[in-house]
């Protein structure tokens, strides 16, 4: 099975708040400065219970 991930996009952050999301498995992958401010990107494995949980709400909806 192929691995699947999920992003998180952010314009500010400080280091409290970097540092939160290091410990719920995301990890930075990019930051870029654009337009007078910063983007961040994050990434972090999809879970098996995410996939599930988003098939069933695709099917009840």
Do not use: C, T
Request: aromatic share 12%; net charge negative; charged share 40%.
């Amino acid at each position: 099975m192929a691995q699947k991930w999920e992003y998180k996009f952010s314009h500010s952050i400080n280091e409290k708040e970097a540092n939160d999301l290091g410990d719920q498995g995301w990890e930075l992958v990019s930051s870029e400065h654009s337009k007078n401010e910063m983007e961040y990107i994050f990434k972090r494995e999809k879970s098996a219970l995410d996939d599930i949980e988003e098939k069933l709400s695709k099917s009840f909806s």
